[in-house]
């Protein structure tokens, strides 16, 4: 006499197993995926913003008994920008954020005034769209 369970139970127990986790996870998985594409899109719709951005950094000046980094920082494009910040890198490898603390509309122009030493290598200014930059080298900016 044959003991256990027939080859045809065994095959529709193993059938209602595999529905059952693919029921326990296809919950978990449609989630992950609204998830993901929640993030993916507001990234896309950021970025897609961003591309009507544009910021120029223009008259640098470095005053060099002072020490004063001076010079406009202009949204040249038709999206207002904000969080704007002044990197400055220096020749010893080292880099320095400034908070200018500005946001600035379209067209709109602001000037700055920051301390920075005399060692420097160029100048970037940052925006919340990360692809919004602008950079100026030592040699293009006027030493008094």
Do not use: H
């Not at 609204?34 to 993030?39: A, K, V």
């Not at 223009?58 to 002072?66: A, Q, T």
């Not at 202009?74 to 946001?103: A, C, H, M, Q, V």
């Amino acid at each position: 006499m044959k003991k256990g369970i027939s080859p045809f139970i065994a095959s529709i127990l193993l059938i209602a197993f595999a529905v059952a986790v693919a029921g326990v996870y296809g919950g978990w998985f449609q989630s992950f995926i609204n998830t993901i594409t929640g993030t993916i899109e507001k990234r896309e719709e950021k970025r897609v913003e961003c591309i009507y951005g544009g910021i120029a950094l223009d008259d640098l000046e470095y005053n060099s008994s002072s020490g004063n980094l001076t010079g406009t920082v202009e949204n040249t494009d038709i999206i207002p920008l904000g969080n704007i910040d002044l990197e400055i890198f220096y020749d010893n490898t080292t880099r320095e954020e400034k908070d200018l603390n500005k946001e600035l509309e379209p067209g709109e122009k602001d000037t700055f005034n920051v301390l920075a030493d005399s060692n420097y290598d160029k100048v970037r200014v940052l925006t919340n769209c990360s692809d919004v930059d602008d950079e100026v080298s030592q040699s293009d900016i006027t030493v008094v």
